[in-house]
């Protein structure tokens, strides 16, 4: 079953502009991670936040986490063409002492970037 | 690390056919994942092994899905017989224990049952 739901399903902006991606989940988490999937390829690991992190950045991105909300947003500054591709969220539930469980994703939002 | 390696990259096959789909995760991830991914049902997880013993296969769809992992570098997901509704993309993914990088997907197999 779904645990990350994203918002929007598509985003279309021009170059330049930041695009935010909203997420949402269902459950307690260990973590969560957020994947990016050009066309035709595999996904791509972009950040991780854990469940007592509120803030994340890494070069362009910057992750945000409410787990009293249970949700997550992924802000990419000065969007490229590049950056044009499907992103998903996906959850790291907390239902063990440790180790991997299986991350669950969501259906992912497709942004397109205009030039 | 040439990353995640699966195999093929494309596989049509008849209906009533055997598929069997490859992966070769990244050296020193104990942990290996086979994912299915659809435009009508996203990203599922199908089973996942640690250290080659699977921990989890409740994901898996039927009787007709099987995987096994005998060795650290080689992992196989099977679909005997095949059906038109397994049409999807295949993924494997691997991570290291503490999962702090997240996980290396491969590339894909994108699989057409006709």
Wanted: charged content about 20%.
């Amino acid at each position: 079953s779904q645990q990350g739901e994203e918002d929007p399903q598509a985003l279309s902006i021009q170059e330049g502009e930041n695009a935010t991606m909203n997420c949402s989940y269902k459950t307690s988490i260990n973590n969560l991670q957020w994947y990016r999937q050009n066309s035709g390829r595999g996904l791509v690991h972009l950040i991780l936040i854990r469940s007592n992190e509120r803030e994340k950045h890494s070069g362009r991105l910057r992750v945000t986490l409410d787990t009293s909300k249970k949700s997550s947003s992924l802000l990419i500054t000065a969007s490229r063409a590049a950056d044009t591709a499907s992103y998903f969220c996906a959850t790291d539930g907390d239902y063990s002492g440790g180790g991997a469980d299986g991350l669950t994703f969501g259906k992912g939002t497709h942004l397109i970037i205009q030039p | 690390d040439a990353g995640v390696i699966q195999s093929p990259r494309h596989e049509v096959t008849e209906m009533g056919q055997e598929v069997t789909l490859r992966c070769k995760p990244i050296s020193g991830h104990d942990y290996l994942f086979w994912y299915r991914q659809t435009m009508m049902r996203g990203l599922e997880l199908l089973i996942y092994f640690n250290n080659n013993v699977p921990i989890d296969d409740s994901g898996m769809p039927e009787d007709r899905f099987s995987a096994k992992m005998p060795n650290a570098s080689f992992s196989t997901l099977k679909i005997q017989p095949s059906e038109p509704r397994d049409s999807a993309v295949y993924f494997c993914a691997s991570s290291m224990t503490t999962g702090s990088d997240g996980y290396t997907f491969g590339s894909g197999t994108r699989l057409t049952v006709v």
